[in-house]
């Protein structure tokens, strides 16, 4: 590792120019183009989508292709967007590369990594790590489906360590995948699969595959502060580091790693960008979905108010009972009156 990488530096993915080393990691039902616009407002270099059904694109679901697709304008201008699959069937990958290719994204990643039973039970997530054949198959077939346009997409690859505690069988698929599928990069999250986020990732597992690997290693799984990242970043040597949960309700965490701000928000801070959500679900989703869709956001952004217990609680109650986005408006104005210094 050179001495002097820093976080704020470019790096390439592929072909792919990626203006940082601050990434934001697939968030899966959560991960939809303003949540990624957010995270590139504040700084982050690339930002991944939620994880979307290789055989729903290949079929053609409009909800699938319509919303979690989209790739607004404003995200492309902010910085590269990543687009995630899943799947375990190596045509239905193809097309599906295929088809996220003509939707403009820049680059492919492919989930190995979701240890959700309903997801792993098709074969596809962290299943594949029990059949690396397939696992190089999937991966091949998206490089081969990324290049419909003639400009081949840079394909990533999100892995756990293994399936269950102790196993590293990531670790050999990873050096599988780099060498025989041509995948450009890894984003490696060094816990099993069995135990999901429960339990401290293995760093040192990571350190060694950043070393052995022929492609850029990407650190995912237990970065919920600047100071854990910053650690783990040096302590690793990988190329980039990805951000998950910690990113939830906190997009000022991105602006801290690139060097923009050193502290957290303020009241107000925190206010003025849960506005700017709600304005942007309504956007995407329309007045009546969005209202129900943004319940799953409020709590990430109450614990950041400052509130007193019994007003938080009381508000967060209001919130998830609000029947229109205009009275969660009402509601946040009414509960977080402006702070006076010196109160």
Known sequence: ??????????????????????????LAGIGNWFVRLQAKRYGAGMAFSEMVSSHAIHYGNEKTCKEMLRIDPRERAAGPVSIQLFGEDPAMMRSAAAHVARAGADAIDINMGCPVPKVRKTGAGAELLADPDRAVAVARAASEGGVSTGVPLPV????????????????????????EAGVAAIAFHPRAAAVGHKGRPDYALVARLAESLPAPVILTGGLSSAE????????????????????????????QLVGRRQGGPSREEVLAELRWTIERAVEHLGEQRATRYLRKFYPWYLARLGLEPATANRLQQALQEADSCA????????????????A
């Open 1 to 26: 590792m050179s001495p002097t990488l820093a976080l704020a530096d470019p790096w390439t993915l592929g072909s792919l120019r990626v203006p940082n080393r601050v990434l934001l990691a697939p």
């Open 156 to 179: 990533s690859v999100k892995l756990r360590s293994g399936l269950h505690a102790g196993e590293t069988s990531g670790f050999a698929l990873a050096h599988r995948l780099v060498e």
């Open 228 to 255: 854990q990242v910053r650690e783990a970043f040096d302590a690793t040597g990988v190329a980039a580091v990805m951000i998950a949960r910690g990113a939830l309700g906190n997009p000022w965490l991105f602006a």
């Open 327 to 342: 009275r969660a408006r009402q509601l946040l104005e009414r509960y977080c009156e402006p702070v006076t210094p010196g």
